[in-house]
T-cell receptor, first 114, second 110 residues
Framework: QKEVEQNSGPLSVPEGAIASLNCTYSDRGSQSFFWYRQYSGKSPELIMF????GDKEDGRFTAQLNKASQYVSLLIRDSQPSDSATYLC??????????????FGQGTELSVKP | DGGITQSPKYLFRKEGQNVTLSCEQNLNHDAMYWYRQDPGQGLRLIYYSQIVNDFQKGDIAEGYSVSREKKESFPLTVTSAQKNPTAFYLCASRAEETQYFGPGTRLLVL
């Protein structure tokens, strides 16, 4: 079982719709959860992070964390063609001696159609 | 203008050659990381450094080496022992919990 799993997609949504991206992780002791956006040929850029169970909102983005189900998701409201990219889920495991190591999923490709 | 820079943007390696990828940051971050990304895959950790003059192997360190002589710099050498070096190489530095990435270097084999 992979440590962090995402559906590779592509996920296609119409402009203005809600895009829902999902991520599951295997280490129940994981502490912090990150969503990065990566445009084709570019490096990842941080969208948001979440540490506590529940929802965290930032503009059109909402991260949702459920530690009991080992599940984290990213919702993008009012999706725009400029949101078309690969979205990477990353998880920091437990323990203070891991140097802040992140485990990445393989990414979900999102396509927003005008 | 603060940030992380990587050079070169593209690098070509010949058989049996060692090549070095540069990573510099002026963010005053202690921790720095090197990742490799293959097409359609997530990032895999090669090496990381939490402080000057100290570094640890990541998940795929074989065929790579690093140094951390200055806080600002964390160069990665891809040695001839790395038999499949073609990939997108990403350097990152960390502030508190969050890692921030440089623009990347794409390494190709001639």
């Amino acid at each position: 079982q992979k440590e962090v799993e995402q559906n590779s997609g592509p996920l296609s949504v119409p402009e203005g719709a809600i895009a829902s991206l999902n991520c599951t992780y295997s280490d129940r002791g994981s502490q912090s959860f990150f969503w990065y956006r990566q445009y084709s040929g570019k490096s990842p850029e941080l969208i948001m992070f979440i540490y506590s169970n529940g929802d965290k909102e930032d503009g059109r983005f909402t991260a949702q964390l459920n530690k009991a189900s080992q599940y984290v998701s990213l919702l993008i409201r009012d999706s725009q063609p400029s949101d078309s990219a690969t979205y990477l889920c990353a998880v920091r495991g437990p323990g203070g001696n891991q140097g802040g190591k992140l485990i990445f999923g393989q990414g979900t490709e999102l396509s927003v159609k005008p | 203008d603060g940030g992380i820079t990587q050079s070169p943007k593209y690098l070509f390696r010949k058989e049996g050659q060692n090549v070095t990828l540069s990573c510099e940051q002026n963010l005053n971050h202690d921790a720095m990381y090197w990742y490799r990304q293959d097409p359609g895959q997530g990032l895999r950790l090669i090496y990381y450094s939490q402080i000057v003059n100290d570094f640890q192997k990541g998940d795929i360190a074989e065929g790579y080496s690093v140094s951390r002589e200055k806080k600002e710099s964390f160069p990665l050498t891809v040695t001839s022992a790395q038999k499949n070096p073609t990939a997108f190489y990403l350097c990152a530095s960390r502030a508190e919990e969050t890692q921030y990435f440089g623009p990347g270097t794409r390494l190709l084999v001639l």
